[in-house]
T-cell receptor
Framework: AAGVIQSPRHLIKEKRETATLKCYPI?????VYWYQQGPGQDPQFLIS???????DKGSIPDRFSAQQFSDYHSELNMSSLELGDSALYFC???????????????FGPGTRLTVL | AQKVTQAQTEISVVEKEDVTLDCVYE???????LFWYKQPPSGELVFLIR??????QNEISGRYSWNFQKSTSSFNFTITASQVVDSAVYFC????????????FGQGTELSVKP
């Protein structure tokens, strides 16, 4: 069965650079979530999209932006990278209708971002 | 405010022992969903179970079982006859109905099963 695809799997950047993380949800899933997991931390919700519109926003820095495209894939753009942005970034997709919570989220393998 | 607490940061057991991972949640909402995820050393998040707030039936899946008690706001997870492959970080999570599905995670419990 198809799973959530994230690319790249690993990314190394310098401070103040920009990074773009991509997420390809499971086919026919219309909801995408982004989470950030720092070292030894639990995943923290950043932002979500339903049918290409932002549906919810968490603790996402202003330096980050995201969008969902017509083919439902999503990109997380991160600018002016800081050392503290080093983390595992997860994308999850859900077949939820109108973002209803009862559906489980299927997580991608994550992108490990290292900022030097 | 919503919150999930996993008081056990680390647990170490010997293979074949039973182990229970505790999860306590806080919410004023009456409709919500509880989850458990496993994160092995490779880093991916593996879905284990989802339970809605109206279903307090305990569930068993092989060596895994879950005990949901609304009276104590707990959703505990037991692994029977643990195996080395069970070694991972386990996260309990909460989502609220009509809040878009975002997951609120607990701090995680790192389980180490030694041979």
């Amino acid at each position: 069965a198809a799973g959530v695809i994230q690319s790249p799997r690993h990314l190394i950047k310098e401070k103040r650079e920009t990074a773009t993380l991509k997420c390809y949800p499971i086919p026919r899933h219309d909801t995408v979530y982004w989470y950030q997991q720092g070292p030894g931390q639990d995943p923290q919700f950043l932002i979500s999209f339903y049918e290409k519109m932002q549906s919810d926003k968490g603790s996402i820095p202003d330096r980050f932006s995201a969008q969902q495209f017509s083919d439902y894939h999503s990109e997380l753009n991160m600018s002016s990278l800081e050392l503290g942005d080093s983390a595992l970034y997860f994308c999850a997709s859900s077949p939820a209708s109108r973002g209803e919570s009862y559906n489980e989220q299927f997580f991608g393998p994550g992108t490990r971002l290292t900022v030097l | 405010a919503q919150k999930v607490t996993q008081a056990q940061t680390e647990i170490s057991v010997v293979e074949k022992e039973d182990v229970t991972l505790d999860c306590v949640y806080e919410t004023r909402d009456t409709t919500y969903y509880l989850f458990w995820y496993k994160q092995p050393p490779s880093g991916e998040l593996v879905f284990l179970i989802r339970r809605n707030s109206f279903d307090e039936q305990n569930e068993i899946s092989g060596r895994y079982s879950w005990n949901f008690q609304k009276s104590t706001s707990s959703f505990n997870f037991t692994i029977t006859a643990s195996q080395v492959v069970d070694s991972a970080v386990y996260f309990c999570a909460l989502s609220l109905y009509n809040q878009g599905g975002k997951l609120i995670f607990g701090q995680g419990t790192e389980l180490s099963v030694k041979p």
